[in-house]
């Protein structure tokens, strides 16, 4: 039976104490059906701890914390069944293949060996790992270990996904890999609490992302909200005629009344942009004056620009 129909994972006030240090401290979390969340942050920032209380694996201290409406303290029996976690570090036996790897989890799972043997090859083969099927996975690459990990979490298909730094340590083509497993998943309607250090990466998988830090969470949104929340978009135009610089700027100030940001190259200028309607205006201007553009583009701040003004706020 549901007893909550929007949200996977409610949370309020959260709190972890080991000793007198808070490592999770009064958060809260409304994380809704079939999303990928992100829970962003740096080391020791309280992720795992979070994931944690959240899968049934750690008592919490302070707060409440409701998955699929199933209260974390008196009915993990009601939620086990439907989650899984990932964890931080590879929980596979490196001297059994990847497919006797499986295997074992699917009979632990109580499926019969013809089952777990079709299963084993069904989910290799989903992840790019049916070649490496009879290899010991102490041979396999990190990206594929990490894909086995997923694998070995999905046997019997979750509701709910915890990733715990799915691709931390990965280079860019394993992390790529990865991420379309993750994508794969989120399709077949799985929601995934995925904690991880990298921007990039919640910027890429997640509908929306919490920012957490020495165990608060500090941000929350989606990536275009977060990048929004700390200021304006960045217009780069690049000449094609170095010597029209001087003329170019002053044209911008004042016909927009802008602050140029400093640029190190000779044909570039940079323009801090609230609205983007303003852009078309210092184009149709640049233009009325003949001077001529090879590129332009208008960026958002960067989710590590986010980062950083985010946990410096925090610093002062
Ligand atoms: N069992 C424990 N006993 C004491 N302190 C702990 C324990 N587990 C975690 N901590 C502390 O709690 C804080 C949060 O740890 P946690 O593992 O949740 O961080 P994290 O965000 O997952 O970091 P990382 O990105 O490094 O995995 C850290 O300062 C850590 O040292
Ligand atoms: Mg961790």
Known sequence: MEKS??????VRGLTKQFGDFKAVNKIDLNIEKGMVYGFLG???????????MLATLLEID?????????????EPKKIRPRIALTGQYSSVDEDLTGKENLVMICRLMGFSRKDSKKRALDLLEAFGLFDAANKQTKEYSGGMRRRLDIAASIVVTPDLLFLDEPTTGLDPRSRNQVW?????????????????????????????????????????????????????GMLHLTLKNEADRTQAESLIESSVGLVLSESSRAAEVLVKVEDPAIATTILNHLAEAGIELVTFSLSQPSLDEVF????????A
């Open 180 to 232: 379309d497993v993750i994508r794969a998943l989120t399709k077949a309607g799985t929601t995934v609490l995925l904690t991880t250090q990298y921007l990039e990466e919640a910027d890429q998988l997640a509908d929306r992302i919490a920012v957490i830090d020495k165990g608060e969470i500090i941000a929350e949104g989606t990536a275009t909200e977060l990048k929004a929340s700390v200021g304006s």
């Open 62 to 74: 302070g707060g409440t914390a409701t998955i699929f409406g199933y209260d974390v303290q008196t």
């Open 308 to 315: 950083l003004a985010l946990t410096e706020e925090e610093e």
């Open 42 to 52: 740096p080391n020791g920032a309280g992720k795992t701890t979070t994931v944690r």
């Open 5 to 10: 129909r929007e949200y996977a994972i409610e």
